[in-house]
């Protein structure tokens, strides 16, 4: 079974500050791994994705997300924040690339000015 | 190029009806997945259709049903609904052949 545990229900920065959020993943089989952001009132759009490939996996908008499976982390990092980047974030964990979704409770990011 | 398309975007409905959810996929892609999102939660999903078929399914009770067309397009009803099914409603679609979904934007269902 797999499950997803993100740390932060909210995180707050400024403008131009590093973005961190948390994500711990539980998985008996080996991960397929991903983060995704959802605005108000849409969809959820794909950042990045871990398919047992590279740790260090990039993604669009200049985030990225490393994979450590000794630490079972997969935690999204993005340089500068932007006003544009406040949303939800949900990571999710697959047994396999098109298995179903396991998402955690998602973190709200906040950016002020 | 087409994303994956949601109708109706918002619903209101009588605890004890019954409604139908459509979604038809991005182009090229022929599994369809459906996933609940109740206010404040991240998606929990409800089952996956490929070739027309049930392939998976989670912990949602048999008033949860769907369906798969030849042409990909998907069906999510729901029976006898309760208030505890207000929620936004999220369609996914992908290929076995790739990794991730494309999510619609999804349905915002009100039971009243």
């Known amino acids: 079974a797999q499950s997803v545990t993100q740390l932060g229900s909210h995180v707050s920065v400024s403008e131009g500050a590093l973005v961190l959020l948390r994500c711990n993943y539980s998985?008996?089989?080996?991960?397929?791994l991903f983060w995704y952001v959802q605005y108000p009132n849409q969809g959820l759009q794909l950042l990045l994705k871990?398919?047992?490939?590279?740790?260090l996996v990039k993604g669009i908008n200049d985030f990225e997300a490393e994979f450590k499976k000794s630490e079972t982390s997969f935690h999204l990092t993005k340089p500068s924040a932007h006003m544009s980047d406040a949303a939800e974030y949900f990571c999710a964990v697959s047994a396999t690339g098109f298995q179903k979704l396991v998402f955690g409770t998602g973190t709200r990011l906040l950016v002020s000015p | 190029d087409a994303g994956v398309t949601q109708s109706p975007t918002h619903l209101i409905k009588t605890r004890g009806q019954q409604v139908t959810l459509r979604c038809s996929p991005k182009?090229?892609?022929?599994?369809v997945s459906w996933y609940q999102q109740a206010l404040g939660q991240g998606p929990q999903f409800i089952f996956q259709y490929y070739e027309e078929e049930e392939r998976q399914r989670g912990n949602f009770p048999d008033r949860f049903s769907g369906h798969q067309f030849p042409n990909y397009s998907s069906e999510l009803n729901v029976n006898a609904l309760l208030l505890g099914d207000s929620a936004l409603y999220l369609c996914?679609?992908?290929?076995?052949?790739?990794?991730?979904?494309?999510f619609g934007s999804g349905t915002r269902l009100t039971v009243v």
């Open positions: 182009s090229g892609h022929d599994t």
């Open positions: 996914a679609s992908s290929t076995d052949t790739a990794y991730g979904y494309t």
């Open positions: 998985s008996s089989v080996p991960p397929y």
């Open positions: 871990y398919t047992s490939a590279a740790t």
